[in-house]
């Protein structure tokens, strides 16, 4: 069964704690991608990744950090230093071989971090 | 820097009334676009798309959107809303990249909110 994965569905922190969350996806894409989606604000990319080993800042990296050390895997992790963190995180991904897409993205189901 | 606009934050339609969901895009190049639907809580999921060719698409749930150049919008329509199709309706625009550096990357409108009444 093919598709992207996020876990957890919900996440609560507690202030001044790192958070990582999941994002697996066996559909062979090569990019990946991360987005942050307030009320109101559309989605805001965080980091993206074409390729192992290789990753990109977004539009609002700061106060986060990624990895991408296998293909199937792109997880993120929320630091202490992201001072609003609160919102609903979706993963993405795309079949991109490196200098040329299509753009089309797929997406995973989401993970809503809540930090109390 | 390219940019979508999506003008209306929220619409309300009748059950069995036409929709249309406006879209504007600003793109250096020929763009990619395509319309993605939310449903609470969950992920978005690819309504319909423009690369090339027909500027007219179709897409899934009975959507189609018209792609036109001169006014830089790719509209969505739908003849007849179902309650159903009730949900958060996001634009995007991408490009293409060879030779570039744009990763696939998309860039989304703020979104359309769409209530049904029965």
């Known amino acids: 069964d093919g598709g992207i994965t996020q876990s957890p569905k919900y996440l609560f922190r507690k202030e001044g704690q790192n958070v990582t969350l999941s994002c697996e996806q066996n559909?062979?894409?090569?990019?990946m991608y991360w987005y942050r989606q307030d009320p109101g604000q559309g989605l805001r990319l965080i980091y993206y990744?074409?390729?192992?080993?290789?990753?990109q800042k977004g539009d609002i990296a700061e106060g986060y950090s990624v990895s991408r050390e296998k293909k199937e895997s792109f997880p993120l992790t929320v630091t202490s230093a992201q001072k609003n963190p609160t919102a609903f995180y979706l993963c993405?991904?795309?079949?991109?071989?490196?200098?040329?897409?299509?753009?089309?993205?797929?997406f995973g189901p989401g993970t809503r971090l809540t930090v109390l | 820097a390219q940019s979508v606009t999506q003008p209306d934050i929220h619409i309300t339609v009748s059950e069995g009334a036409s929709l249309e969901l406006r879209c504007n895009y600003s793109?250096?190049?020929?763009?990619?676009l395509f319309w993605y639907v939310q449903s609470p809580g969950q992920g978005l999921q690819l309504l319909l798309k423009y690369f090339s060719g027909d500027t007219l698409v179709q897409g899934i749930k009975g959507f189609e959107a018209e792609f036109k150049r001169s006014q830089s919008s790719f509209n969505l329509r739908k003849p007849s809303v179902h309650w159903s199709d009730a949900a958060e309706y996001f634009c995007a625009v991408g490009g293409s990249n060879a030779g570039g550096t744009s990763y696939g990357k998309l860039t989304f409108g703020q979104g359309t909110i769409l209530t049904v009444h029965p």
């Open positions: 993405a991904t795309a079949l991109a071989s490196l200098g040329r897409s299509n753009n089309e993205q797929f």
């Open positions: 559909l062979n894409h090569d990019a």
């Open positions: 990744s074409q390729i192992v080993n290789d990753f």
């Open positions: 793109y250096g190049a020929t763009p990619y």
